[in-house]
């Protein structure tokens, strides 16, 4: 993934809560075709990528996000949102021809994209489980199956329709 | 005897049980498993460090070794069925987890498009052929092979999460072992911390969700501290090493040309289990077995005599230890697009013109973040797990450990992708002079 997808996907969120939903958002998006390069591994809470957990932190560290942290019943949540600066970036870097294609790329998943970033938490997590399952080969029923005897929950099978329309 | 000793630099005894764990001493005599001790654990670190001659046959044993101190200390509060039923797929995982890797070890997964743990489910599925390994797991459980191979596989489910996390996480039975033997056979000293305080106060922990994670009480937070500087010093000063990178560059572009001449039909005097691995695009195991360093090393032998220039250069410099010199780029501007791409094009420009062909002469090395700096966790609590954060419990919950230790700060805090490369030596002076004058 890029630092621009990055911050397109979190100028579309306007402010983005929470790292994990970070995490499923760009998951999903590419389970739905999305260009948007990063490995996934399974972890406890869902499919994670250290590669965007990285891109994410480098681009706080040069002031391309800025970066606050709240805190809930777990620890601390962080938020994230566009520099003034970038936003102006993103608009010069699209008015080049490199950076129109890019723009290109993206455009149709930014409607997929903005009713993601509204999802619930745990419905992005467990939907996220049931896609990971379901792209590895298994069906829908044997990838919920999976996917609840993983999270040992049978709430992760609310999720099926979210997990569902993201790949449609 | 009742019990099999093997010498170890670094347990100096690692002991096998015959009469409970002989089982473990006919998979060791596995032909799959012998292999490994024709594979070097550091790939061509050799070339850096001469005393790297360590295979991946002692790390699998050291791994057992330390597997079995696990398992130990887990039975000590509590013998529960579920640590006894776990005991004979662990260190068979721990034994064979390393099966399936290629000569030089992850230094020719890109050459060969090989993806070594794949071919270790392979090698214990036996999924096309029959394989010793497959043969001796049946004998003692007909579901041991799945078992296995399900716990070697990052991204299964199958098995207790516990049971994977002592194999695979950011504090591992397989890091424990590797860091401390990579630093004894190099040399290098940087691999040293208190392992054996680390492997004997480990806890599990069942979180609010039923997952069971490993952690650490307070007692061992320095230990787990003076791991992740071992860690982070030995991915700098050997993993890292310039001139072993050099030298992985040189083999892998050494590799591409001599397929693409394959492609077009030249004759390259293949080695027979060369010749028979690239004649199919779907090797079978026994034919990905018979790739050995040895086989590689002798078909190298045979490029030098190539008449293709470039190959014939790179086959004879490999094996003179004629090595690259490395150059950093300039330092690249913040900005959202990346901006090496010209500076990358002047080098190539360079290396063209003084009668070298890029493809071979300018090689890249794209050093991930991840081993540039390879304790990297998770900062939001609700995404920690094992696999990206160690943690310490603090009154009754887990606490990544950098966030206990201000010293760790510095280790944990996000690089950058590395990026360097690799130009004949005569060139070097000039690829400095551009890299200093560039604007």
């Not at chain 1, 790292?19 to 809470?45: D, N």
Request: glycine fraction near 4%.
């Amino acid at each position: 993934m890029t630092r621009y997808q990055l911050a397109k996907l979190v100028g579309w969120a306007d402010t983005l809560r929470s790292r994990k939903r970070l995490q499923k958002v760009v998951y999903l998006l590419q389970a739905a075709g999305c260009p948007l390069a990063a490995e996934f591994s399974l972890h406890h809470y869902g499919p994670y990528s250290e590669e965007l957990a990285r891109l994410t932190d480098e681009m706080v560290r040069q002031s391309f996000l800025a970066e606050q942290t709240t805190d809930n019943s777990v620890g601390k949540q962080y938020v994230y949102c566009l520099t003034p600066a970038v936003s102006q970036q993103i608009r010069e870097l699209e008015a080049t021809a490199e950076g129109t294609e890019w723009a290109a790329e993206l455009a149709p998943f930014e409607a997929q994209a903005k009713q993601l970033l509204k999802e619930d938490l745990k419905q992005l997590e467990y939907a996220s489980t049931i896609v990971f399952f379901h792209r590895q080969g298994f069906d829908w029923p044997t990838a919920v199956e999976k996917a609840e005897q993983f999270k040992q929950t049978p709430a992760v099978r609310m999720a099926l329709p979210l997990a569902r329309q993201a790949m449609a | 005897m009742p019990a099999k000793i093997f010498r170890d630099p670094l347990y100096n005894y690692i002991s096998i049980d015959r009469e409970r764990d002989g089982w473990l001493l006919e998979l060791l005599d596995t032909p799959e498993v012998q292999r490994l001790r024709r594979i070097h654990q550091l790939g061509v670190s050799y070339l850096t460090y001469p005393g790297a001659d360590h295979n991946r046959l002692a790390h699998s044993l050291g791994v057992v070794y330390l597997m079995q101190q696990a398992l130990n200390h887990l039975q000590v509060p509590a013998a529960g069925e579920h640590i006894n039923r776990a005991r004979a797929p662990l260190l068979a995982a721990a034994l064979i987890h390393d099966v399936g890797h290629g000569p030089f070890s992850h230094l020719f997964e890109p050459c060969l498009g090989i993806d070594h743990e794949v071919w270790s489910k392979k090698i214990i599925l036996c999924e096309d052929q029959d394989t010793h390994v497959n043969r001796v797991l049946k004998e003692v459980d007909p579901s041991l092979p799945r078992t296995v191979a399900d716990l070697i596989d990052k991204d299964n489910v199958e098995q207790p999460s516990w049971m994977r996390y002592l194999l695979s996480s950011q504090l591992d039975m397989d890091r424990l072992d590797y860091l401390r033997r990579d630093s004894l056979f190099t040399g290098a000293g940087y691999g040293h911390f208190d392992f054996f305080r680390l492997l004997n106060t480990f806890e599990l922990y069942t979180s609010g969700d039923g997952g069971r994670e490993i952690v650490w009480p307070e007692k061992a937070m320095l230990a787990v501290e003076e791991y992740i500087f071992a860690r982070y010093y030995m991915y700098q000063n050997v993993y890292l090493h310039k001139t072993t990178r050099g030298f992985e560059k040189m083999l892998e572009a050494m590799w591409r040309r001599a397929r693409a001449l394959h492609a077009g039909g030249a004759k390259l005097a293949l080695v027979p289990s060369l010749r028979d691995f690239w004649a199919t695009s779907e090797p079978t195991v026994q034919q990905y077995l018979r790739l050995e360093e040895f086989t590689v090393l002798m078909q190298i032998q045979n490029w030098t005599q190539n008449s293709d220039k470039a190959l014939s250069d790179l086959a004879r410099r490999f094996l003179a230890r004629e090595r690259f010199a490395m150059i950093d780029p300039p330092p690249a501007k913040a900005g959202l697009a990346p901006t090496n791409a010209p500076w990358e094009a002047a080098l190539h420009d360079l290396v063209k013109k003084a009668g070298y062909d890029p493809e071979m002469y300018c090689l890249k090395d794209q050093v991930k973040a991840k081993y540039n700096q390879p304790y990297f966790p998770e900062k939001e609590a609700d995404e920690q797990s094992v696999k990206n954060a160690i943690r310490i419990m603090v009154n009754g919950k887990p606490v990544e450990v950098s966030t206990l230790l201000e010293r760790l700060k510095p280790l944990t805090q996000v690089p950058v992708d590395r990026v360097r490369y690799y130009i004949p030596k005569d060139l070097h002076a000039r690829a400095k002079k551009l890299q200093a004058d560039w604007r």
